[in-house]
């Protein structure tokens, strides 16, 4: 029987996308703007370390998973019996503080759209997302739904980069040599981008769809790849606004320091604006959260596949009480970043002592460069979690 191969496009891109937006959701734009608050334009090296960073994470564990043709905890359980569960417990336990974190930003947008409270705004939004979930199904409402609000997002932000007018070459210059660097910064930022469930967000999907195997490793390597030049675009172009808001004098408000933004580059509009490009990362980032993590222990008993859309319910359910209860929207949007940064190192070395396993990988031998820059990764991500650790305690 003939190998089968698999194009470019349909599930393959939407599993970039899906990566990309995953990654592109509340906390995304709310990190990036506290943090460049901070570094101003140094920010940009923060960018650049962290694309190299997520580019050793990604394509590691999306060519492992998908050669194996086994889920992250289905291939940590073979490595060694029960590792699996607690692969599954870190990243679902990461997912759901960037679950909490995306309802949050719901409420933001539609506080923004329409005046709302912010535990109103979650409340409709918990029942939108749900909607979707329930009324169509669920791989190709992932795949349309994420193209869409990942290239509206990408141009309304873009829009207003060029309204902010940013100091181009000087960001330019410490994007490559920083005048101040912070590791809580890299940590929090990596870990929005690529840590917790987004590591295995697309690799899962494409499994889901069928594209898997050795055969199928140009189209992953592509759609990996894919994934974060999406993700790292719509950084940079949202570092570059908010740099030249900052750099006219603007003051950003601490209750929703993005909506600041977006009001002082564009006025009203850009205001409004803001509200529909936050509510639509908040929401599709809800969607990707609790898919990929009910994902996570929907294959330790076929009860979890059966009720997959139960389970997925009950996960965003639960997620919208608890940021009912506590509040705080900002505050929570950075600590799931920092929380899924500290757990990026542990996931990705059972990704790597697996690929390192003849016994799972069969024929298949990983490249010595990928298991270079994979360890180097977990080298770096440790070494700065535990310095970020170190400098909230000392604090």
């Known amino acids: 029987m003939k190998p089968k191969f698999r194009t470019w496009g349909g599930a393959s891109l939407g599993a970039a996308f899906l990566m990309a937006n995953s990654s592109i959701g509340p906390g995304f734009l709310t990190q990036t703007t506290v943090f460049t608050q901070q570094l101003l334009t140094s920010f940009g090296f923060v960018i650049l370390v962290s694309v190299v960073l997520d580019v050793g994470?990604?394509?590691?564990?999306?060519?492992?998973?998908?050669?194996?043709?086994?889920?992250?905890?289905?291939?940590?359980?073979?490595?060694?019996?029960g590792l699996g569960y607690f692969l599954a417990a870190m990243v679902i336990l990461g997912g759901f503080a960037f679950n909490i974190g995306n309802i949050a930003g719901c409420g933001l947008g539609l506080n923004v759209l329409m005046g709302l409270s912010y535990e109103q705004g979650a409340m409709i939004s918990c029942a939108v997302a749900l909607l979707l979930f329930w009324v169509r199904e669920v791989g190709k409402m992932l795949d349309g739904f994420t193209k869409i609000l990942g290239t509206v997002k990408i141009l309304l932000t873009l829009g207003i980069a060029f309204s902010a007018h940013p100091p181009l070459l000087q960001a330019l210059q410490h994007t490559v040599l920083p005048a101040k660097v912070s590791a809580a910064a890299i940590v929090t930022i990596v870990g929005g981008t690529v840590g917790g469930y987004i590591t295995f967000s697309g690799a899962h999907r494409l499994l889901d769809a069928g594209i898997k195997g050795i055969d199928n490793q140009a189209v992953v390597t592509r759609s990996a790849v894919s994934?974060?030049?999406?993700?790292?675009?719509?950084?940079?172009?949202?570092?570059?606004?908010?740099?030249?808001v900052l750099s006219h004098g603007a003051a950003l408000a601490p209750d929703n320091p993005v909506a600041s933004v977006f009001r002082?580059?564009?006025?009203?509009?850009?205001?409004?604006?803001?509200?529909?490009?936050?509510?639509?990362?908040?929401?599709?980032?809800?969607?990707?959260?609790?898919?990929?993590?009910?994902?996570?222990?929907?294959?330790?008993?076929?009860?979890?596949?059966?009720?997959?859309?139960?389970c997925i319910s009950v996960f965003i359910v639960l997620s919208t009480s608890i940021f009912v209860s506590i509040g705080k929207p900002t505050q929570l949007l950075v600590f799931a970043g920092a929380v899924n940064g500290l757990i990026l190192p542990i996931a990705l070395a059972i990704v790597l002592v697996a690929a390192a396993s003849p016994r799972l990988?069969?024929?298949?031998?990983?490249?010595?460069?990928?298991?270079?820059?994979?360890?180097?990764?977990?080298?770096?991500?440790?070494?700065?979690?535990?310095?970020?650790?170190?400098?909230?305690?000392?604090?």
């Open 57 to 81: 994470a990604q394509l590691n564990t999306w060519r492992v998973l998908t050669v194996s043709e086994l889920r992250a905890q289905d291939l940590a359980n073979r490595l060694l019996p």
């Open 361 to 395: 990988m069969g024929a298949y031998r990983h490249p010595r460069w990928m298991l270079l820059s994979g360890w180097v990764v977990v080298a770096v991500m440790g070494g700065l979690s535990m310095q970020a650790l170190w400098e909230q305690l000392s604090h």
């Open 227 to 244: 994934g974060i030049v999406i993700s790292t675009l719509m950084r940079f172009v949202l570092f570059l606004a908010i740099v030249g």
């Open 264 to 310: 002082s580059a564009a006025g009203e509009l850009g205001f409004r604006v803001f509200g529909v490009i936050f509510w639509s990362a908040s929401i599709s980032s809800v969607v990707g959260a609790a898919y990929t993590s009910v994902s996570f222990f929907k294959t330790f008993h076929p009860v979890f596949a059966r009720y997959e859309r139960a």
